[in-house]
């Protein structure tokens, strides 16, 4: 089954401690680049966060942030130094004797000086926190998985209409060229016949010319691996492990084939579809740049 390298997901878990909330999108990329924004305290879960989405999500850019809201029961009530607020409280008002100034002290700027005010809660152990947070992480990659597999088996519908519309040109390919040398040897003989009207013609000369000319024109082992490289396509469309690489693989070496055979017609039939085979599969290139 494909998945796409494109989505979001979101995750919580609450506890009696707080709520962890995570949020993880990803984009098209080449390899598998994962990066985590943790909250204040939590850092050293960072790795373990890591590997909990690397486990599932392969390949893309992938963005997670993590947030993390204390109960207030459990950060408990700051802790006033009154000794410091004492100090600061003289500093302002000789401050203001000093400068002339007649106003009070006012009690919201004496708190939010530093060391006024100390945080009482105890320090985080974040082993602790861990199980709940992988939790959060779980439920985000989950969500994040589900729309990446709904989108990978839409892709997955688009390219094999698409591959199956390439290989029914190249049928179309494959029934014309054999027409190609026969009317080559009559536009010859034609064209021969007017420049030299009245002398007998070369027939060896001109069965050697058509041998030639039929070698130049043989698409025979292009149209066969290209159609080997049909089958290895949908047989990869059907895997279950990242295939994005391997499908990027086989279209250049279908677009490789399809240019092979371009260049070698010279007929404006098999030009035409070889045109209208390389803009199918310029949009199947886009497409697979974002399987994973």
Request: charged share 25%.
């Amino acid at each position: 089954m494909l998945k796409s390298m494109t989505g979001y997901g979101k995750g919580e878990v609450v506890s009696e401690r707080g709520r962890f909330t995570v949020e993880i999108r990803s984009v098209n990329h080449r390899y598998g680049e994962i990066s985590v924004r943790m909250p204040r305290g939590f850092q050293a879960l960072e790795q373990e966060v890591k590997r909990a989405i690397a486990a599932i999500l392969k390949r893309g850019k992938i963005d997670a942030s993590v947030q993390w809201e204390e109960n207030i029961a459990v950060s408990g009530v700051p802790q006033v130094d009154a000794a410091v607020a004492s100090g600061y409280y003289e500093a302002f008002k000789g401050l203001a004797v000093e400068l002339g100034i007649a106003s009070e002290v006012p009690l919201s700027l004496i708190i939010t000086q530093k060391g006024v005010l100390k945080d009482t809660g105890t320090a985080i152990d974040e082993t602790e926190y861990l199980p709940q947070l992988l939790a959060a992480v779980q439920a985000a990659v989950a969500a994040i998985d589900g729309m990446r597999r709904r989108e990978g088996e839409a892709l997955a519908k688009d390219l094999l209409e698409r591959r199956k519309q390439v290989a029914e040109w190249a049928g179309e390919i494959g029934a014309q060229s054999p027409l190609v040398v026969a009317e080559y040897h009559q536009k010859l003989k034609t064209r021969l016949n007017q420049l030299m009207e009245g002398v007998e013609l070369d027939s060896a000369r001109m069965a050697q010319e058509l041998a030639l000319m039929a070698d130049r024109c043989d698409i025979t082992e292009e149209l066969v691996r290209l159609s080997s490289h049909f089958s290895q396509f949908d047989s990869a469309l059907r895997f279950t492990e990242p295939v994005g690489r391997k499908l990027d693989f086989l279209m250049q070496e279908m677009n490789r084939e399809v240019n092979t055979i371009g260049s070698k017609s010279s007929d404006a039939g098999i030009t035409t579809l070889v045109i209208q085979i390389k803009a199918e599969m310029e949009k199947m290139r886009e497409q697979v740049q974002n399987v994973e």
